[in-house]
């Protein structure tokens, strides 16, 4: 079962991210949703930037600020289910309330000519799903700065009691800048309020590969931590390029979420370390009280694993280190010491010269003794 199909697996959704179609010039269908968006007043269509089953998106320019937008528009056969259209403006109201960087930011909501129109930012760049689709696995380090900067944007969420309950890779843009930002608030809701819980008892929402076990079964206690859950499944896919759980069809993966033991993500990349696989693990633990206490305790392990990360691999300097020659001691550099010479061979020992001197009274007063000592012999013997 490929991602591509969640849209109609998403039980009792009404909203999905539109296929993205690249630019097309508006004027080139004669489909009646591009003859109603160029009717928006206040706004001068410009391209159709994606469509899907549930609503058409159009890049636009706000003629009064003189910006770029994108405008969603409901189409018409949709128009008339209330819940549909409920859950539309929901969608713009709850992003409205929302003002962070790392959240699409919503801007109007209206009705014209009977098509229901949500004007939010527009962003350029592409989904994590379309470079999955493309077959791009992230490094870590890639993982780790796009989920810090989601769990960013759902603590400033969780902050105003709003959970998304739909955290995927189709609802994460990348920025041409390298931005991420969350989008898609069709499916969050005020995490404690009784009138919506009551109303959606025993319902599903959510994605299949991602949703959490507690969205599966129904259950009314559903808080923040299915978003803990739901992104800590999109880490797995983006880092093994695989989702979490696979079947037959929706319901099957939706019962192995509940059920099967989840394989550790470095079973399918080697090159993952011990931290960020525990930190999944926990992230996706089948009951909500073993993943983290709150999306600051997760931002604090992401940026610890992510600091560990630096430190093992250091990235290249992207600086030049600052000339400190001016602050350094002088120091009077040492002699050189002369290399040493090779041994010379040995020579003979010189022979000590006799000095010159005259010799002749020594000679004299040997023979004078020699004679004495004949004389007396002579004697001795007469």
Sequence with gaps: MDESKDSSDRSATPLDNPQPAGEQKVGTSPA??????????????????????????????????????????????????????????????TAAKLNHAHIVQAFDVGLVHGYHYFVMEYVKGKTVYEYLAAGKIYTEAEC??????????????????LIHRDVKPKNIMITSEGIAKLMDMGLARVVNDPQAIAAEAGRLFGTPYYISPEQVLGRSDVDFR??????????YHMLTGRVPFEGEDSKDVM???????????DRYNLELSFGICKLILKMMAKDPNRRHASMNELLGDLRSIEFLLE?????????????????????????????????????ATPQPKFKKTNNIPLLIALAVSLLLNVIMLILLFM
């Design 255 to 265: 019962i192995r979420h509940v059920k099967e033991k989840l394989a550790p993500p």
């Design 226 to 235: 299915c978003d803990i859950y739901s992104l800590g499944a999109t880490m």
């Design 311 to 347: 430190v093992e691999n250091p990235r290249e300097q992207k600086s030049p280190m600052p000339d400190l020659t001016q602050h350094m001691e002088k120091v009077i550099p040492p002699r050189p010491t002369p290399a040493p010479q090779a041994p010379k061979p040995a020579e």
């Design 144 to 161: 780790l700065h796009i989920a810090i900067q989601m769990a960013e944007a759902l603590e400033h969420a969780h902050g105003l009691g």
């Design 32 to 93: 009646a949703d591009d003859q109603s968006a160029r009717q928006i007043p206040g706004y001068q269509i410009l391209a159709k930037i994606g469509s899907g089953a549930m609503a058409v998106v159009f890049k636009a320019k706000q003629i009064s600020l003189d910006r770029i937008v994108a405008i969603k528009v409901l189409p018409k056969t949709l128009s008339a289910d209330k819940e549909y259209v409920e859950r539309f403006y929901q969608e713009g109201q």
